[in-house]
């Protein structure tokens, strides 16, 4: 399989910029120099396991820039 940082890179690579899906990461554990390497490939936002339903709709609003 794809690593997470490589998946990015080819997903923003074959789509057009103006087509490009928002991408919310979802893991159990990101180290901080792994996320900052995910944000540079192309993630627009990372929630940690475990978490709440309120936080993932929170954290989907907030990419599709609706209120929460």
Not at 1 to 29: F, H, I, N, Q, W
Not at 46 to 64: E, H, Q, Y
């Amino acid at each position: 399989g794809l690593s997470g940082d490589r998946l990015l890179a080819a997903v923003r690579e074959a789509t057009p910029a103006d087509r490009r899906p928002k991408v919310l990461l979802v893991s159990g554990v990101i180290p901080p120099d792994a996320l900052e390497g995910l944000r540079a490939a192309g993630a627009d936002g990372c929630l940690s396991k475990p978490f709440a339903a309120d936080d993932l709709r929170g954290a989907a609003a907030r990419l599709l820039g609706r209120p929460p």
